[in-house]
């Protein structure tokens, strides 16, 4: 017996109170669809958002994240200081993020062009975004391409990256919860703080294919 058949023997036997996949009303599965338990656990425990934020903004830390909060008033001013504490000459900004977020920036705003070059981005100083989801059991922030965010490219290039998360609306829990927001046919962008990686040694190296430094504005009030 070869080792294919030792295994697909295996599947057989663990299979074998299941009912066949095409059984059903309408030969489409939902037989075996009814037999497979999915009352997965959706998320932990019970929290209420404003736990739910400081837990993503413990989490964003602990990956290495700069967590900042602000009101929606306070926000022009906050990018502005942060862009400055930068050094940044050069911003880019999506299309559609909201005018009056950058209004107090003094930085040469590039455009999110299609026809960008990776080293044009390259030579950006920073970029602002908004965020599609951010989940809070893992600091996870989502994008999806939306006018707010842009294109994947702008984020994954530049070496700076200040995301704006709108708090407690854009907040979720859990994973799962993220994902029952998002269209899975969009660009998903999923970002656990700074780009980095370890060699063999454990030393860890930062910015490798993404921004060094992830800067994260919890914004309330808007």
């Given at each position: 017996m070869s080792s294919r058949d030792l295994i697909l023997g295996r599947v057989r036997r663990a299979l074998a109170d299941v009912p066949d996949a095409a059984e059903g009303p309408?030969?489409?599965?939902?037989?075996?669809?009814a037999a497979v338990d999915r009352g997965y656990a959706r998320e932990h425990g019970g929290r209420t958002p404003e736990e739910t934020v400081d837990l993503l903004a413990e989490n964003l830390a602990d990956y290495r994240a700069i967590v900042h909060h602000c009101a929606a008033e306070e926000l022009p001013e906050l990018l502005a200081r942060l862009l400055a504490a930068r050094g940044a000459r050069t911003v880019l900004a999506?299309?559609?993020?909201?005018?009056h977020w950058l209004q107090a920036v003094d930085a040469?705003?590039?455009r999110d062009r299609a026809a960008s070059t990776p080293h044009e981005l390259d030579r950006?100083?920073?970029?602002?975004?908004?965020?599609?989801?951010?989940?809070a059991e893992t600091g996870?922030?989502?994008l999806?391409?939306?006018?707010?965010q842009g294109r994947r490219r702008?984020?994954?290039?530049?070496?700076?990256h200040v995301c704006v998360v709108r708090v407690p609306d854009q907040v979720v829990s859990s994973v799962p919860l993220a994902l029952g927001r998002l269209?899975?046919?969009r660009p998903l962008t999923w970002i656990s703080g700074p780009s980095a990686t370890s060699d063999i040694e454990l030393d860890r190296v930062e910015g490798v294919h993404g921004p060094r430094t992830l800067e994260v504005v919890l914004m309330s009030g808007e």
């Amino acid at each position: 017996m070869s080792s294919r058949d030792l295994i697909l023997g295996r599947v057989r036997r663990a299979l074998a109170d299941v009912p066949d996949a095409a059984e059903g009303p309408a030969g489409d599965g939902s037989a075996y669809e009814a037999a497979v338990d999915r009352g997965y656990a959706r998320e932990h425990g019970g929290r209420t958002p404003e736990e739910t934020v400081d837990l993503l903004a413990e989490n964003l830390a602990d990956y290495r994240a700069i967590v900042h909060h602000c009101a929606a008033e306070e926000l022009p001013e906050l990018l502005a200081r942060l862009l400055a504490a930068r050094g940044a000459r050069t911003v880019l900004a999506p299309p559609g993020l909201p005018p009056h977020w950058l209004q107090a920036v003094d930085a040469t705003r590039v455009r999110d062009r299609a026809a960008s070059t990776p080293h044009e981005l390259d030579r950006v100083d920073s970029v602002v975004t908004g965020c599609a989801v951010a989940v809070a059991e893992t600091g996870t922030l989502v994008l999806d391409g939306s006018a707010d965010q842009g294109r994947r490219r702008i984020t994954l290039v530049p070496d700076h990256h200040v995301c704006v998360v709108r708090v407690p609306d854009q907040v979720v829990s859990s994973v799962p919860l993220a994902l029952g927001r998002l269209d899975p046919t969009r660009p998903l962008t999923w970002i656990s703080g700074p780009s980095a990686t370890s060699d063999i040694e454990l030393d860890r190296v930062e910015g490798v294919h993404g921004p060094r430094t992830l800067e994260v504005v919890l914004m309330s009030g808007e």
